[in-house]
């Protein structure tokens, strides 16, 4: 697509449960990068995938937060039995490929509030 | 310590005002970013520098790679430019992930 997609823009659950959340990168991109943004913080890094591959997991807060890459293309970020504490903006950017020497572009957001 | 140290942390400016956001950080990197995100709105990539100056429209950015020091300029400032602006680095070696820093929420005033 012409830009990053991410659905749902906007998600609001009951503490507890599980959340799914979706990224389209640009296609052809080979990077893909997962950040949140909580309420009155800066931004901070989940993950980052490498074609279908995570070499770089160390910003996921705890084992309820997974993601997965698939065909290169759709990633998607499952946060398992969330808490307050998970409300919070996330992310995801595309490059066209790793290494820092590209541009990101990033997507609108998913809002993810728990209650 | 912050890797990323953005100053001011909010600005407000009267339109046509010249302003100027600064960024410093302390670790090496291969790339520094300024972006600009709008309140609700996604994040926009205004430039990617690792050395120099570039210039785009109003928008000027410079970095200081010696010093670890980069500042974005917005000439003749309007108010359709009131926004967060925040500076990111990529950290050499590393380079797979950006470390931001807290951004600096800019209103221009008519």
């Known amino acids: 697509g012409a830009g990053v997609s991410q659905s749902p823009s906007n998600k609001v659950t009951e503490k507890g449960k599980d959340v799914e959340l979706r990224c389209d990168p640009i296609s052809g991109h080979t990077a893909l990068y997962w950040y949140r943004q909580s309420l009155g913080q800066g931004l901070e890094f989940l993950i980052y995938f490498q074609g279908n591959s995570a070499p770089d997991k160390s910003g996921l807060p705890s084992d309820r937060f997974s993601a997965e890459r698939t065909g290169g293309s759709v990633s998607t970020l499952t946060i398992q039995r969330t808490q307050q504490e998970d409300s919070a903006v996330y992310l995801c950017?595309?490059?066209?490929?790793?290494?820092?020497?590209?541009?990101?572009?990033f997507g609108s957001g998913t809002r993810l509030t728990v209650v | 310590k912050n890797e990323v140290e953005q100053s001011p942390q909010n600005l407000t400016a009267q339109e046509g005002e010249f302003i100027t956001i600064n960024c410093s950080y302390s670790?090496?990197?291969?790339?520094l970013h300024w972006l600009q995100q709008h309140p609700g709105g996604g994040i926009v990539s205004l430039f990617m520098l690792s050395s120099g100056k570039k210039k785009h429209g109003r928008l000027i950015a410079t970095i200081n790679i010696q010093e670890k020091h980069s500042s974005l300029h917005i000439t003749a400032s309007h108010p359709r430019d009131s926004a967060v602006y925040i500076c990111a680095v990529g950290e050499a070696g590393t380079a797979s992930k950006l470390t931001f820093g807290t951004g600096t929420r800019l209103q221009v005033t008519l």
């Open positions: 670790v090496g990197i291969s790339a």
């Open positions: 950017a595309s490059s066209l490929a790793g290494q820092g020497i590209y541009g990101y572009t």
